[in-house]
């Protein structure tokens, strides 16, 4: 079978088992007795057993078989969780990782296996083995046994001419999905008949806690040998052994040793196989086709937009109305097309827990992960790429800013130090924030390390105040860190982020206070695709500045204008905020504010201090389709991309934040 075109879906299905996984895994190391967590683990690796055996991923599936094998010791009472145990689970799930990268990179075959299946048998010893093999004989040599509601349906039955069979299945030693095997069988049974009861249940059986055989009993007018032969040619079933049973030679199901006395005469829920289906209200669709439809959606939005010229122009009353039912039209369907693409932040912050146990557990510290806001949702163009960032945020919180719990407690510091993920959505933009309780930026360490590195002047040090040395951090190869490790320490990581966020069309900002903590607060658009922007002019051409990036509009009178270090500065509200002639960055021609009395100020947070851009004049807001320049305009500072207006003119979008 040709499984090449089944990759994609297997692949997003693998990935959600294993996050599950991961995040299960987590809680049953806090919860070691919660059966229900256990369960969840057992499916998700089983789901992924079959998943990966289907498609022929032989590596993936000994890996999670050999998980299934000691998670169902686990669920059986015959093994107990402990740290040992939870840290040999962990290891099998980041090989099935390894494992996932490999398949999708075609080279599953060369990565090895057998050190984590070696681990994983230690937990299924022949002793523990032979206790489950006497527990399921045991099992084998029970008689089905009725509740008396059943025994007086099985009597009405037998007046109707049907006859009681106990048919006993064995299913082949190498069958993969037992679960789904003996579903089928069930499924197929009821043309024949009306099952009364199994061993085990349905929904034992249904997750796989049995060995390779289950008793069925059915009541039926076909002959024993017909359900007999009927059984014994489906697949996977090695044998099947039958009998008949009368109505006076049933057992009564007993509980302590004294009948079970019920007038509960509804059919047991377990028997029902309708309840082991179960329908997905979603459907998955290929990014790429979101992709697509977003980028008619665009162009829906630029024809919209040269209608509202065109009627503008006109006059028309009625071409008017029109064109206003189809801009409402048109928003509600960018509305629902961007909220197609939305994803909860939760996508991104589950993969943390993990993370930062194993961070703890190397670097010695006691560290406790905090999360709120995990239903924010964000585009999903933003969500994959964001997740770089915080992994090197979260690191360095770990490693530079939450302290040793014996400095901790020296401190007077609570146990475990704590690192808060949250997220939240404040207008177009999805907020998202790291703090941690740490030690905090020492800042004369960053001042020694800056001059060091010969990043800095002791000059420009000393123009500089706290906020703009805090933020050398952000600059290439900058490290406080003495030593290499694998946590932190190469040269590489705060300007990474930087550049990351701002490539997304946000900015990050960082605060601290020494022996209280930081925090780093990341501001993120909510799409790339269609943004909101601020339509201004300078002579005659007209450019977009995403609102995003603004802070505020202001109108600068001439002569409150001063010249300081040999640049425009303004005092506004008691903040000196710098000033740059646009025309002059862009180099535009018969720019008109020069001789004007009071000036347009466009001013931009740049995350780390404000910066005041003169226009001439502010036209509009104005929904944009952001178009990439392409690869050999698209490297130009201070040039996000373009746009179609409305009048067919293309105005440049600017990305301001690169300006000293």
């Known amino acids: ?154 009597k009405e039955a037998a007046n109707e001419g049907l006859n009681l069979n106990h048919l006993h299945v064995y299913l082949q030693e190498e069958c993969l999905l037992k679960g789904a095997r003996a579903f089928m069988i069930l499924r197929e049974l009821e043309a024949h008949g009306e099952i009364v009861r199994t061993i085990p249940t349905a929904k034992e059986l249904e997750d796989e806690r049995f060995d390779t055989d289950f008793i069925v009993g059915i009541l039926s007018k076909k002959p024993l040998e017909f359900l007999v032969r009927f059984l014994e040619k489906m697949l996977d079933v090695a044998r099947v052994e039958g009998e008949v049973v009368g109505p006076d030679d049933l057992l009564v199901e007993r509980r302590g040793g004294v009948a079970k006395a019920t007038t509960d005469t509804s059919p047991p829920k377990a028997t029902s196989t309708k309840a082991l289906s179960n329908v997905s209200p979603t459907v998955r669709v290929d990014i790429r086709k979101l992709d697509d439809l977003m980028n008619l959606v665009g162009e829906l939005v630029i024809t919209r937009s040269r209608l509202e010229q065109l009627s503008s122009e006109q006059g028309d009353h009625a071409l008017a109305e029109t064109v206003e039912q189809l801009t409402r039209l048109t928003m509600d369907l960018r509305d629902q097309v961007l909220k197609t693409r939305m994803v909860p932040v939760d996508n991104v912050f589950s993969r943390f827990p993990r993370l930062v146990r194993d961070l703890a557990r190397e670097t010695g510290k006691e560290v406790q992960l905090q999360i709120s806001g995990a239903e924010t949702e964000l585009d999903r163009t933003v969500i994959d790429e964001i997740v770089d960032p915080l992994v090197h945020i979260i690191r360095n919180s770990i490693d530079h800013g939450i302290e040793p719990p014996e400095v901790r407690t020296a401190a007077g510091k609570s146990l475990p130090g704590v690192v808060e993920l949250k997220a ?20 004369e360490k960053v001042r020694a390390r800056a001059l060091e590195r010969g990043i800095v002047t002791p000059e420009d040090l000393e123009d500089m105040d706290d906020e703009e040395v805090m933020n050398l951090i952000f600059l290439p190869g900058f490290s406080t860190s003495d030593q290499v490790t694998d946590i932190s320490g190469r040269g590489v990581g705060m300007d990474v982020v930087k550049t990351q966020i701002s490539n997304l069309g946000g900015v990050v900002e960082m605060t601290s206070e020494a022996g209280k903590g930081t925090k780093f607060t990341i501001r993120l658009p909510l799409t790339l695709a269609i943004i909101q922007t601020l339509i201004v002019q300078l002579g005659d051409e007209v450019f977009a500045i995403p609102s995003t990036l603004i802070d505020q509009t202001i109108s600068v009178a001439k002569k409150d204008i001063k010249i300081l270090r040999n640049r425009e500065v303004t005092l506004y509200r008691g903040e000196l905020i710098p000033l740059v002639r646009l025309q002059d960055y862009l180099g535009v021609d018969r720019a008109k504010n020069a001789n004007l009395e009071e000036l347009d100020v466009v001013v931009i947070s740049t995350g780390e201090r404000r910066i005041g851009f003169v226009v001439d004049t502010l036209v509009r807001q104005q929904d944009v389709v952001i178009k990439s320049l392409g690869s050999y305009l698209g490297n130009i500072p201070g040039i996000a991309g373009a746009t179609i207006l409305g009048d067919g003119k293309i105005a440049l979008i600017l990305d301001l934040r690169s300006v000293a």
């Open 1 to 154: 079978m040709d499984v090449s075109q089944y990759l994609n879906v297997f692949m997003d299905e693998c990935q959600e088992h294993l996050q599950s996984l991961n995040q299960s895994l987590l809680a049953l190391e806090q919860d070691p007795d919660n059966m229900e967590i256990l369960n969840q683990i057992f499916r998700a690796a089983h789901t992924l057993k079959g998943a990966s055996a289907t498609m022929g991923f032989n590596k993936m599936s000994n890996v999670t078989h050999a998980m299934e094998d000691v998670l169902s010791l686990l669920r059986q009472n015959e093994l107990k969780v402990n740290a040992e145990l939870i840290n040999t689970l962990f290891e099998a799930l980041d090989l099935l990782e390894v494992l996932a990268q490999g398949i999708a990179e075609g080279r599953e075959e060369d990565i090895e296996i057998a050190g984590v299946l070696q681990n994983l048998q230690k937990f299924t010893t022949q002793e523990v083995t032979a206790k489950q093999d006497q527990s399921a004989e045991r099992r084998r040599n029970l008689q089905l046994r009725y509740l008396p509601a059943e025994i007086e349906r099985i």
């Open 424 to 443: 939240y959505q404040a207008g177009n933009n999805v907020v998202i924030e790291v703090i941690d309780d740490g030690a905090g930026v020492n800042l």
